[in-house]
């Protein structure tokens, strides 16, 4: 994502990390200059746009609202694009502090994974308080992406994003158990897996990110399930999803088993790490 905001865009660069190697990494990469920052702080003071990414509702709080967070050296104006995927409430309550600060706050998570970002694919699901918020933040979403939706208020965004990744666990389950049932009763993957991609039983699990490695040869599964959404991730957003199915007193059927499941496979180091994909393995009783 920030390689294609560099190349793209025509504003001056600036990044923070925590991992300074990281940082020092991508400024070397060449192209435009980059200047970094040594703070969260010292970023905010230095640019008008801000475009952050963190796993967990505690990191954007921390970047956004810490001693050395953003807020402290926040501009007048500056818009702020967080495109975490973490808890709506969260989320809510930072955005109405940079705005309380005089900037503009849209949440925009992400939906993708690596191969989407890699190729500017990406689907942004926005919320934000006006139409001119959005706009703003539309232009630069679509230097990293492909589908930029405004989906309502403030935390429709989170709100669109949990609802997905819901779905996308119960379907990449059920692909594995599919895939390996399939297998167990003598049928090739490949062949098994074209019929489901023109069938009724087709999804993004089967047809993008099918779980059976050498079925897709771009697929996480390909590559030892590496380099993808990480198995330890998806039952964090399992968690998110359960807590707002609590809080607005909705069932969840499959999201509970779904929740269960990733629990159980994360208890394994080794697997929490790998592409979510990799629950066909553990179904199976096989290691990655």
């Known amino acids: 994502m920030a390689r294609h905001l560099r190349s793209k865009s025509k504003a001056p660069f600036v990044v923070y990390d925590l991992n300074r190697h990281a940082m020092e990494q991508f400024c070397a990469e060449g192209g435009k200059d980059v200047g970094m920052a040594s703070s969260p702080a010292e970023l905010a003071s230095r640019t008008s746009v801000i475009v952050t990414v963190l796993p967990e509702s505690a990191h954007v709080k921390e970047a956004y609202l810490g001693e050395s967070g953003i807020i402290r050296g926040l501009r007048q104006g500056t818009l702020c694009i967080d495109s975490s995927t973490i808890d709506t409430s969260v989320s809510i309550d930072v955005s109405r502090q940079i705005i309380?600060?005089?900037?503009?706050?849209?949440?925009?998570?992400?939906?993708?994974?690596?191969?989407?970002?890699?190729?500017?694919?990406?689907?942004?699901?926005?919320?934000?308080?006006?139409?001119?918020?959005?706009?703003?933040?539309?232009?630069?979403?679509?230097?990293?992406?492909?589908?930029?939706?405004?989906?309502?208020?403030?935390?429709?965004?989170?709100?669109?994003?949990?609802?997905?990744?819901?779905?996308?666990?119960?379907?990449?389950?059920?692909?594995?158990?599919?895939?390996?049932?399939?297998?167990?009763?003598?049928?090739?993957?490949?062949?098994?897996?074209?019929?489901?991609?023109?069938?009724?039983?087709?999804?993004?699990?089967?047809?993008?990110?099918?779980?059976?490695?050498e079925v897709i040869a771009t697929a996480p599964s390909t590559n030892n399930y590496n380099d993808g959404f990480k198995s330890r991730l998806m039952l964090k957003d399992l968690g998110l999803v359960s807590n707002a199915a609590k809080d607005s007193k909705t069932p969840l059927m499959l999201g509970a088993l779904a929740e269960n499941i990733y629990r159980h496979l994360s208890n394994d180091t080794a697997m929490a790490e790998k592409d979510f994909s990799v629950v066909y393995q553990w179904l199976a009783g096989k290691k990655p």
């Open 100 to 213: 309380a600060a005089g900037a503009r706050a849209v949440d925009a998570p992400i939906s993708g994974g690596i191969m989407g970002a890699k190729a500017a694919t990406l689907t942004f699901m926005v919320g934000s308080q006006t139409d001119g918020d959005f706009e703003q933040a539309r232009a630069h979403l679509l230097l990293m992406g492909k589908n930029v939706v405004r989906c309502g208020d403030l935390g429709a965004g989170q709100a669109a994003k949990i609802c997905n990744n819901l779905l996308l666990a119960i379907s990449m389950i059920g692909t594995a158990e599919a895939m390996n049932l399939g297998m167990r009763l003598g049928l090739d993957p490949k062949v098994l897996a074209s019929i489901v991609n023109t069938s009724s039983g087709r999804c993004w699990s089967s047809d993008t990110a099918n779980p059976v490695p």
